[in-house]
């Protein structure tokens, strides 16, 4: 297969992701998931603040991020982070329940921040906003895969699993999304 035919296969399934996640987005603002604890989480309540979306996974081997992520939350919820957990059971390694992912981070790890119900991130299922982030060329790839949203809604930065919560790369992208105090 040549250069141009596998350019053209890659933009075909960039337009049919973006058609099945109901057309271009622009804005991260645009998108919202069913909470783990009920409702809905508007990612447009998160407005002129960064977020940090992590799809997470209970019995990933990267299990141990999730208490980096909480050291992130509190270190910078003051300054307008907001972390948030999106179990998900894309590379079949959570829970199968959300009151077992919720019992299981609440108990492990302690965590606060706000996680969203069970939530396919791959695949022809994936959530709109994963399908729009990975038209975006961020992924995800694998479990506890980060995706750093700035105030604009627009996506700051992409980062693998192995890329650990107290990253300094992350760390310094986070502090560079933050509201100027």
């Not at 992701?17 to 309540?45: H, N, Q, V």
């Not at 959530?127 to 038209?135: E, I, N, V």
């Not at 479990?143 to 919560?165: C, E, M, Q, R």
Request: glycine fraction near 12%.
């Amino acid at each position: 297969m040549g250069l141009r035919t596998l350019v053209g296969v890659a933009a075909a399934l960039v337009a049919a992701t973006t058609a099945a996640s109901g057309g271009a987005k622009g804005s991260a603002a645009e998108f919202s998931f069913r909470s783990l604890d009920g409702g809905t989480i508007e990612l447009a309540e998160f407005a002129g603040r960064p977020v940090l979306v992590v799809n997470t996974a209970s019995r990933c081997g990267f299990v141990g991020q999730f208490e980096g992520l909480q050291a992130l939350q509190d270190r910078y919820a003051d300054r307008g982070l907001t972390v948030l957990g999106v179990p998900s059971d894309s590379f079949r390694q959570e829970l199968d329940t959300v009151e077992a992912v919720k019992e299981f981070c609440e108990v492990n790890f302690s965590i606060d921040f706000p996680m969203t119900e069970i939530t396919p991130v791959a695949g022809s299922s994936a959530h709109p906003f994963y399908a729009w982030a990975r038209s975006q060329g961020a992924g995800p790839w694998w479990n506890f895969h980060k995706i750093l949203i700035d105030g604009s809604g627009a996506i700051a930065g992409s980062y693998g699993p192995t890329v650990a919560p107290d990253s300094p790369r992350l760390i310094a992208a986070i502090e560079a999304a933050l509201p100027a105090q």
